[in-house]
């Protein structure tokens, strides 16, 4: 029973982790679009991402996590903005919800 579930967790963690970078990716877009200077840092992208695009910046995603999980999410004109946030809040949290299943599983059945 438990590794039927197992293996029912790290499907659904597939899923879920690419409708996040999903609703990351399209809330990167309103806030760039609407409010570019909330996305801007003093220091420049280190020269790892320095080819990349800018969504890819450690940095930048961070900058759009902290706006999805604050208030200013109202301050955007945008309709779906919210509905990409709350999405963001709630796949967030069941990855996360997941991968500490998925740690305490082998942590706790490793050893049998």
Request: proline share 4%.
């Amino acid at each position: 029973m438990m590794h039927s579930l197992f293996a029912m967790s790290v499907l659904c963690a597939v899923p879920i982790v690419l409708a996040y970078l999903y609703f990351l990716s399209r809330f990167y877009e309103i806030v760039n679009a609407e409010k570019p200077e909330w996305l801007r840092y003093r220091d420049e992208p280190s020269i790892f991402y320095s080819n990349l695009p800018r969504r890819f910046d450690p940095n930048v995603s961070l900058r759009v996590l902290s706006i999805a999980f604050s208030s200013k999410v109202g301050a955007l004109s945008s309709t779906s903005a919210v509905g990409y946030a709350k999405g963001i809040r709630v796949t967030g949290a069941a990855s996360l919800a997941l991968i500490v299943y998925i740690f305490w599983y082998v942590w706790a059945y490793a050893g049998a």
